[in-house]
């Protein structure tokens, strides 16, 4: 079992990734089944180039929003909790293209239980184009403090909600 992550140990600029690819046909079909999202912009490589005149079959939008939850996930754990997160979707990926989830802590806010790690995510591919932009917020236990609460109630020092940009 990895080390808990613990809020002390985090520093601004600190950076967390994840690289899954080159994602196939058979791997947006075998998503696309999984999700029930039947369009055939998806698995059906004739229709999308033919009808929809697209550079080729599209990586799903939530295939892409599972892969930066995954990689926020495996960062923060196994004591941390992934409270927010938003994104994005500006470009196309299609087939054949290998993904990096990435993140990079951007604020640190201490709360009276829990620290608040503000993250700037994205997805980049192979030649780092940038489809999905966006934010999230981890919070992180302190090394002589509690486990992250559950359910996750996040408060700041004066018990309302936290105040900085990361909320």
């Known amino acids: 079992m990895p080390q808990p992550r613990l809020f002390e140990s985090v520093n601004v600029g600190d950076i967390a990734d994840?690289?899954?690819?080159?994602?196939?046909?058979?791997?947006?079909?075998?998503?696309?089944?999984?999700?029930?999202?039947?369009?055939?912009?998806?698995?059906?490589?004739?229709?999308?180039?033919?009808?929809e005149r697209l550079p080729g079959l599209l990586i799903n939008g939530s295939l892409k929003q599972q892969l930066l939850l995954q990689m926020l996930k495996a960062w923060a754990s196994p004591s941390g909790w992934v409270w927010k997160m938003s994104f994005q979707f500006r470009?196309?990926?299609?087939?054949?293209?290998?993904?990096?989830?990435?993140?990079?802590?951007?604020?640190?806010?201490?709360?009276?239980?829990?620290?608040?790690?503000?993250?700037?995510?994205g997805i980049r591919n192979g030649v780092g184009f940038e489809s999905t932009p966006g934010r999230a917020v981890i919070a992180l236990p302190y090394?002589?403090?509690?486990?992250?609460?559950?359910?996750?109630?996040?408060?700041?020092?004066?018990?309302?909600?936290?105040?900085?940009?990361?909320?």
């Open 18 to 51: 994840l690289t899954k690819g080159p994602l196939t046909g058979l791997h947006l079909m075998r998503w696309s089944a999984a999700t029930e999202n039947w369009h055939k912009i998806h698995f059906d490589e004739k229709f999308t180039l033919e009808h």
């Open 91 to 121: 470009g196309m990926n299609v087939a054949g293209e290998t993904l990096t989830a990435w993140g990079k802590v951007k604020d640190l806010e201490s709360g009276p239980e829990y620290g608040l790690v503000g993250f700037e995510i």
């Open 143 to 167: 090394g002589e403090g509690r486990p992250i609460p559950y359910p996750f109630q996040p408060t700041s020092a004066d018990g309302a909600r936290p105040k900085s940009e990361l909320a």
